[in-house]
């Protein structure tokens, strides 16, 4: 029962070019969510989809970020004319459906941008 | 305002001993859930135990236990007979009932070195 497939692992960008990073979701989950990991700190919540819809995108910085999970194929978060600051773990998370108690998010292995 | 305050960055524990990892949460909805999550030094995040705010009983799952204090809103994680294996960072993270019971909110993480 394969989890949380994210990939590249590894990403490195120079400035100005564009990251997709891909996340596709446990068997029968339907729920996404992606988080983003700075160094030396914890998980910030930026963006949650289900299939088709952007339910809530409130931590995703206004520009240069988006995301989709279309009906076929994994979510992608996508960011536009990367800069220095953006070098972090991207994480994606997913779930069968949404507000269960005690339900926890399974999380992808990650993915590490580096931006040159 | 900090929903999750994590305040030992770093701690070292004898192999075989018992360590509590602290976490306090600030929330003003009465129904929100905890999690503890482990992140090895190969970055992927691992779902350890889970404590709802209306349960009556600490949860455990193996050697992790949560020493739940709702009135102190304190949510610490003890991890008994440590084990070379639990050398980590472990994030404690929330999620409110609210309006958005799909959002984690993390902590900045206590990393666990343990000793032989």
């Known amino acids: 029962n394969a989890g949380v497939m994210q990939n590249p692992r590894h990403l490195v960008r120079r400035r100005g070019q564009e990251a997709r990073l891909r996340c596709s979701p446990m068997?029968?989950?339907?729920?996404v969510y992606w988080y983003r990991q700075l160094p030396e700190e914890g998980l910030k919540f930026m963006v949650y989809?289900?299939?088709?819809?952007?339910?809530?995108e409130s931590g995703m910085p206004k520009e240069r970020f988006s995301a989709e999970f279309p009906k076929e194929g994994p979510s992608i978060l996508r960011i536009q004319q990367v800069v220095r600051g953006d070098s972090a773990a991207y994480f994606c998370?997913?779930?069968?459906?949404?507000?269960?108690?005690?339900?926890?998010?399974?999380f992808g292995d990650g993915t590490r941008l580096s931006i040159l | 305002a900090q929903k999750i305050t994590q305040t030992q960055p770093g701690m070292f524990v004898q192999e075989k001993e018992a360590v509590t990892l602290d976490c306090t949460y600030d929330?003003?909805?009465?129904?929100?859930?905890l999690f503890w999550y482990k992140q090895p030094s190969s970055g992927e995040m691992i779902f350890l135990i889970y404590?709802?705010?209306?349960?009556?009983q600490n949860a455990t799952e193996g050697r992790y236990s949560l020493n739940f204090q709702k009135a102190r809103k304190s949510a610490n994680l003890v991890i008994s007979a440590s084990q070379l294996g639990d050398s980590a960072m472990y994030f404690c993270?929330?999620?409110?009932?609210?309006?958005?019971?799909?959002?984690?909110?993390f902590g900045a993480g206590t990393t666990v070195t343990v000793r032989a």
């Open positions: 989809l289900q299939k088709e819809n952007i339910i809530d």
């Open positions: 993270a929330m999620r409110e009932r609210g309006q958005n019971d799909y959002k984690l909110s």
């Open positions: 929330t003003s909805d009465p129904s929100y859930g």
């Open positions: 404590q709802g705010s209306y349960d009556q």
């Open positions: 998370a997913s779930s069968p459906n949404q507000g269960v108690p005690g339900q926890p998010q399974h």
């Open positions: 068997k029968g989950h339907s729920h």
